[in-house]
């Protein structure tokens, strides 16, 4: 039985490199909306990702251009995208209802940098810190979220924000830093 358990591993590993090189090579070129052909491009492009992401609900939207490195720890819940052109790094839990405007970043780690004495590029990586976001968010264009951000249900963080914190349920964050400045509930 261990020995079938490692076989099926190994044919999915296989299975998902298939997929993540099609995805890059053709499937993430496809048009996007309202260019001709773009709902046979969101088709693919969620199709592979169903192959490729831990978890990846129906009604699944990628967008042209998406990028998320071999997407093994990625997790996106159903009626939810991946915005045009966005980045985004491989620890990624996404809940339902999430747009996401074009240009997104978010980041699961950085760089090193305390010892002064090595060049930054030498010192390696962080810890990698998931990022959370929760239900019916809406990411404006060019937003850049920094690891190990939980973002809360029914949250709007506004164009060009740089999310450095978790933000609360209901708000709608703004700034760079981003900022709360009101509760979507009053």
């Excluded at 991946?82 to 809940?95: A, F, Q, R, Y």
């Excluded at 030498?122 to 264009?141: A, L, M």
Aim: glycine share 10%; net charge positive.
């Amino acid at each position: 039985m261990l020995l079938r358990k490692g076989k099926d591993n190994k044919i999915m590993n296989i299975k998902r490199k298939f997929y993540t090189i099609l995805y890059y090579s053709i499937a993430r070129h496809f048009p996007y909306q309202p260019l001709p052909g773009y709902k046979f491009g969101n088709a693919f492009r969620s199709f592979c990702c169903k192959r490729i992401f831990k978890k990846c609900g129906k009604n699944v939207t990628i967008k042209s251009k998406a990028y998320f490195g071999d997407g093994i720890n990625i997790e996106i819940d159903d009626y939810s995208q991946l915005g045009i052109n966005c980045k985004v790094d491989n620890d990624l839990i996404m809940g339902k209802y999430v747009l996401m405007g074009p240009d997104v970043v978010i980041f699961s780690t950085s760089h090193e940098y305390k010892d002064i004495n090595i060049p930054m590029m030498n010192q390696g990586g962080k810890e990698r810190k998931k990022v959370i976001v929760g239900d019916d968010v809406w990411i404006g264009t060019r937003v850049i979220i920094l690891p190990g951000v939980k973002i809360g249900n029914h949250v709007i963080i506004g164009a060009g924000s740089i999310v450095t914190h978790d933000i609360p349920d209901y708000s709608v964050a703004v700034g760079s830093p981003a900022r709360v400045v009101r509760d979507r509930r009053k």
